[in-house]
């Protein structure tokens, strides 16, 4: 990298990133298209099938989001039958989010992302494994910083 006090687009770290970003939810969206998700909604999934019955707050922490950012694609998944959301009986303030039995069945079929990833990066899967190894470090390193 430059050590001069202006750094062009393509030496900093931060519009990589956000480039990367952009690439990938294009590589996404035709496959999500035909599973009738959103890459954000195919996010709520992903944090639900990871740990299902999490609170939409719970959902908002795993994916760094607001609750007020997470209510609204919850309710759309619900409309779609993905998931069902019930009050906590405890805390009726609380949300909890469930898969149905057909949220459940949709993690099969995104199984086409990882590949489609793949395929168009050129990359070996060891290569996208470490470098998302690193990324999630860095990601880490300055969320920790932020405490």
Not at 30 to 35: A, F, I, T
């Amino acid at each position: 990298m430059t050590t001069d006090a202006l750094y062009p687009l393509d030496s900093q770290l931060c519009f990589s990133v956000y480039g990367l970003s952009i690439a990938i939810n294009r590589t996404y969206k035709p496959l999500l298209d035909k599973l009738g998700l959103t890459y954000p909604q195919y996010l709520v999934m992903s944090a639900l099938w990871e740990d299902d019955g999490l609170t939409v707050s719970g959902i908002g922490v795993r994916l760094s989001l607001e609750s007020s950012t997470i209510t609204p694609l919850v309710k759309r998944l619900e409309v779609m039958g993905l998931v069902l959301r019930r009050r906590g009986t405890q805390d009726e303030r609380q949300v909890f989010v469930d898969l149905t039995a057909t949220g459940r069945a949709v993690r099969e079929k995104t199984g086409c992302l990882a590949k489609a990833l793949a395929v168009h990066s050129g990359m070996e899967p060891s290569e996208l494994e470490n470098l998302n190894n690193q990324v999630c470090k860095l990601r880490d390193a300055l969320s920790e910083a932020l405490l």
